[in-house]
Every structure is written in structure tokens, then in C-alpha cells.
Nanobody
Framework: QVQLVESGGGLVQAGGSLRLTCEASEGTPSLIHMGWFRQTSGEEREFIGAFGASGTDTFYGHSMKDRFTISRDGAKNTLWLQMNALKSEDTAVYYC????????????????????WGQGTQVTVSS
């Protein structure tokens, strides 16, 4: 069973930066897609960004690319999310997600298309 573990969340002041890490369990076969979502209470999960089937192309949700950057070590199934110029509205639980089958770029933003999820890490941005 694939396990994804996020780390790096916490409390940060507005304007600050955080880097989240997601690590897949040892022995996990290469995951085709890895990406990040976030969720606030009562809302659906919001797509931040993910890697396409090539393993190098990245795709971002609306307005995410301005301040957020995803990167990946494919060999180790490790994923990072660099967040800069954080705002109070970025406060959420951030989730790592992975899919074992290829999907088109249009599908990357759909949470239900992912097979594995981490437990989430809380990011709180104080104003």
C-alpha cells in the first residue's frame, strides 16, 4: 500500500514562505502523477499543481503559479511545494496526491482522479 507523508506545514506570517515536502513510502513503484491540493473547512479540495505524464511538465491551478512552485525527485517519489508571498487566504490543509495511471492535463485538477493521498499538513498564515 502506497503511503504519502507530508511535512513542513506550520504557522507563518503573511509575506513569508514555506516549503512542504511529500514523501512516498519506500518501495513504491514510480507514480505517474504527483501533485498538491489544499482544502479549507467546508470547501472542496482546490488544485494547486501537479506533474504531467512526462514527469517534467507541470500544471497549475488558476493563479497558483504566481507564488507556488512544485518540484519532484522522481527516483525517490519525493514532491515539494514552495510557497512564497503567503497570504492569509492561503491558510488551509495541504495534501499531497498521487496517481498510478496516466491522465490528461485536463484531468489533473480533479481530486477524484488520484489514487493516493497523504494525511495533510496544516498551513496557517497570520496577517
Amino acid at each position: 500500500q502506497v503511503q504519502l507523508v507530508e511535512s513542513g506545514g506550520g504557522l507563518v506570517q503573511a509575506g513569508g514562505s514555506l516549503r512542504l515536502t511529500c514523501e512516498a513510502s519506500e518501495g513504491t513503484p514510480s507514480l505517474i502523477h504527483m501533485g498538491w491540493f489544499r482544502q479549507t473547512s467546508g470547501e472542496e479540495r482546490e488544485f494547486i499543481g501537479a506533474f504531467g505524464a512526462s514527469g517534467t511538465d507541470t500544471f497549475y491551478g488558476h493563479s497558483m503559479k504566481d507564488r507556488f512552485t512544485i518540484s519532484r525527485d522522481g527516483a525517490k517519489n519525493t514532491l515539494w511545494l514552495q510557497m512564497n508571498a503567503l497570504k492569509s487566504e492561503d491558510t488551509a490543509v495541504y495534501y499531497c496526491a498521487a496517481a498510478k495511471y496516466a491522465m490528461s492535463a485536463m484531468m489533473l485538477s480533479i481530486a477524484a482522479r488520484y489514487d493516493y493521498w497523504g494525511q495533510g499538513t496544516q498551513v496557517t498564515v497570520s496577517s
